[in-house]
C-alpha cells in the first residue's frame, strides 16, 4: 500500500487523536513522516505496529479500528499513544527491513551480562549485571526510541506483528510478568484463528500451551519490561492468516489491553 495513501487514512482520526509527526526518515530518496495518534487519559497505554514491512496486519487493523479503540480507550480513561507504521518504505515495499535494508526491531536495549561483556539477548532468568539503552540502531528504531523517551513509563504496551515463516492459519504471543491476563486474551481469540501451542519460533524457544512465550530480546517490548511496564506482549498473528481474522484478533488484545490498563 502506499504510504501517502495510509497517512491519509491516519489523519482523517485527527478529531479524535493528535496526529503528530514525531519523525522524517528518508528512504528511496524520498521523506517519510513518522506518525503518532495520542488521546488523552489516566493511565496510557503504548502501541506500535508495523516494525517488519512484510507484516502488514497491524498496521492496517490500527487505521481501520482506530475510532473504535479511542472510544474504548476514553471511555476507560486510558491514554493512548499508538505509533502506527514503525518502518514505511517496510511496509510500502513489502519487505521485512527497511530499503536500505537496516533492520528496525531489536535495538532498544544491550545486556551487560558480565562488566564490560555485551550481548543482544538473555535467556529467561539469566543473571546480568546491567542492561543499557542502545543508541547506534537504524534511524526508525532511534526515532522511535527517541519519542518514547521523552515520556514517562506507560502502563501497558502491546506490540503488533506477523510471523512470515509458520505455515498455518494461528497466533500466538511474547510476554513479560503474569501470563494469566494474556492465557485470557488468547481464549478470547481462539474464535478467529487457531492458537500455535508448543511452536518452534527463535532458535530454540518453544510456545507453551497457551501460544505464549517469554523471550528478552531487546526489542522495544523487553526495553519497557525493565523500565517496569506491567503489562507487555507482542502478538503475532501468521502471514497465512486471512487479514479479517488478524484484524479480529489484534483488535481483541488491543481492547483486552485498554482493560489491562484502566485496572492496574
Ligand atoms: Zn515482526
Do not use: M
Given at each position: 500500500m502506499?504510504?501517502?495513501?495510509?497517512?491519509?487514512?491516519?489523519?482523517r482520526f485527527s478529531p479524535l487523536a493528535t496526529v503528530h509527526e514525531y519523525a522524517r526518515v528518508?528512504?528511496?530518496?524520498?521523506?517519510?513522516?513518522?506518525?503518532?495518534?495520542?488521546?488523552p487519559g489516566r493511565r496510557e497505554l503504548v502501541v506500535t505496529a508495523g516494525f517488519h514491512g512484510e507484516e502488514p496486519a497491524g498496521?492496517?487493523?490500527v487505521a481501520r479500528h482506530f475510532g473504535e479503540l479511542a472510544e474504548a480507550a476514553r471511555a476507560k480513561d486510558v491514554a493512548l499513544r499508538l505509533f502506527p507504521c514503525v518502518n514505511p518504505s517496510g511496509f510500502e515495499g513489502g519487505h521485512r527491513y527497511n530499503a536500505s535494508g537496516e533492520q528496525p526491531n531489536n535495538d532498544f536495549l544491550r545486556y551487560?551480562?558480565?562488566p564490560g561483556v555485551f550481548a543482544d539477548e538473555v535467556h529467561v532468568g539469566e543473571p546480568f549485571h546491567a542492561w543499557h539503552p542502545r543508541h547506534e540502531a537504524p534511524k526508525e528504531t532511534r526515532a522511535l526510541h527517541q519519542e518514547l523517551a521523552r515520556h514517562p513509563a506507560p502502563a501497558g504496551a502491546l506490540d503488533l506483528h506477523q510471523d512470515a515463516w509458520v505455515k498455518a492459519q494461528c497466533f500466538y504471543a511474547y510476554h513479560f510478568g503474569e501470563p494469566r491476563p494474556y492465557r485470557e486474551l488468547v481464549k478470547r481469540s481462539v474464535a478467529h484463528a487457531k492458537v500455535a501451542v508448543h511452536l518452534s519460533v527463535h532458535n530454540q524457544l518453544r510456545t507453551d500451551r497457551w501460544g505464549l512465550i517469554v523471550h528478552h530480546d531487546g526489542s522495544n517490548s523487553d526495553w519497557?519490561?525493565?523500565?517496569?511496564?506491567?503489562?507487555?506482549?507482542?502478538?503475532?498473528?501468521?502471514t497465512r492468516t486471512p487479514l479479517e481474522r488478524c484484524h479480529a484478533i489484534n483488535l481483541t488484545w488491543l481492547l483486552g489491553f485498554i482493560d489491562l490498563v484502566a485496572a492496574s
Open positions: 502506499e504510504y501517502l495513501a495510509y497517512l491519509e487514512r491516519l489523519r528518508k528512504e528511496n530518496g524520498r521523506e517519510y513522516p513518522l506518525l503518532c495518534l495520542t488521546t498496521p492496517l487493523t551487560e551480562v558480565r519497557f519490561h525493565r523500565r517496569g511496564v506491567r503489562h507487555v506482549a507482542v502478538l503475532e498473528t501468521s
